[in-house]
């Protein structure tokens, strides 16, 4: 018994040592799934699509285009159907005014051969320049189906259906570089179908700068994630026709069991002290703005874009010189990093830039209605869209941001390096880009959102010695240090609420680097800072045991921050 023991055992250690007569060995852990996509046509009217409810419903952009063209009063008040052929060409060509702009814009990010020179075809599909003869074949259809205001629907997708269980990211790829048109995607939950909504188009690359290879990619819009939703539709309005290869693309980023622990270790960013920041409708603990914070940030028009402008001193007044700083950088707030959240690898070497001279800041596009587990999955699908979609490295922006005040690293190569990033076309070498997860063109970020993105703007600029509140040029460019995406392209990005809060986030950066505040990664519940972090209260103020009524400690400095640097320099009002 015991010799065929030792035989049985012999020849299973021998089986094993050759490779055969015994099964391999399970994998202990198996690789969690890769985000997956799917293509959808978007080169005509879907027959099937067109018979959703709403599918012809005008939007906030073709109700601009109907009010602008509007002539007589009874005839604004009528319904597309019942307006006048000169009526509706008029629309029609207000509409692709209003999408000219961006789209010589794009051309000329791209370096289009005679981008901007281009007349701006008539409603009928008539007329035109030789230089609008020599530009890309768009496919022109003459119009017929068109929304409830009067605008071309060039083409119109099929319902799609979006993941059950994760969030989603979808938007519109084509290859033409010269478009004349708009791109608009909506939602259905239990609720019904959303509005339709602008999906803002960029150039293919993310510009020269962007440092992206040069095969594979297409131009696109900006990625739009969905949480909450059962499906989409994606249209294409105006006369300029429909692009090339257009097609709309979803990606399903997969909830991962690593999401929920990826959240729980990503503690929020606070600041402290902070007196000022204990204001009615701006506390910390809450994940959307208070009612008050609403009222004050959610009007404000495109037009405060030259609060990005330097302030010119008074003629005659000679400016102070700034203070040159021997100091080291702030201190860096917490993030999670790539791995934290499931990124994949960059396609090329990551390139930097010799400096990062501004901060550049974005929001996403999708809604707001997103849980703190849905983030690690919506950062996978802007990911795979930037990558897969756009043909891009890696994603775009250097970090992100969520509503609920955590900081998520973003383009690999380094954080604590001007990495170059596809964020901003004509801007991205030597800038960091940072986004908001959300759409915050009517309200504005969580106060603890925005103390976050203060936080990491004023840590990244100070490794560079780079003042919050000053000015410097980038490509020619001269800019704020801090800067939306809208004051270097044409977009109305960061959303016009959020814009109208940077006067404040400029302030909280320069405290920051002037050490009159801090950041502080808190534990998960509030608890005071991780070793590495700051010392002291995490909500700021008094130190516990203070007297009622008694002043609190000033902070001490913070022995590597950035001296003021600002001393003199004006803010504009936004």
Known sequence: M????RALTCGTVLSVAIGIGVPAQASTAAAPPAPTTSDYPLSAVSASGILTPGATDGSTSTAQAREQAAGPQSTAALPGALLSPAALAGIGERFTQAVTSHARGLALALGAPGAGTRAVPSAGGTGGSQAEASAPDLHRKPAGTRTGDGVTIAALSDVVDLPADSPSVIGVLFDDSDVRVEFEVRTKTADGWSDWTHLHATPEGGGAEGGESSGGGSTGTDPYYVTGAQQAQLRILGDGGVPKNARAFLIDPHRLDSDAKAVA???????????EQQGAGESQGSAE???????????APMAARASAVAAKPKAGAKPKPAAKSKAGPVQRPKFASRKNWGASGPKDKPRTADKVKAAVIHHTDGNKDYSPEDVPAILRGIQTFHKEGRGWSDIGYNMLADKYGRLWEGRAGGIDKPVIGAHASEVNNGTFGISVIGDYAKTAPPKKTRDAVAGAVAWKLSLGKVPAQ??????????????????????????????ATFDEIRRTAAD??????????AQAGGSAAKKGGAKGPAQGGAKP???????????????????????GVQSAGV
């Open 2 to 5: 015991h010799r065929l023991l």
């Open 265 to 275: 270790d990503n503690a929020p960013t606070l600041i402290s002290p902070g007196a």
């Open 289 to 299: 703005p208070g009612a008050g914070e609403q009222r004050a940030y959610q009007v």
């Open 470 to 499: 000053g000015t410097t040029s980038v490509e020619g460019k001269k800019i704020k240090t801090i800067v939306g995406h809208r004051d270097v392209g044409d977009t109305d990005c960061p959303g016009d609420a959020f814009y």
């Open 512 to 521: 920051i680097q002037q050490g009159k505040k801090t950041t502080a990664g």
């Open 545 to 567: 045991g203070a007297k009622d009524g008694g002043k609190a400690k000033a902070p001490k400095m913070n022995p590597g921050v950035v001296p003021d640097m600002n001393a």
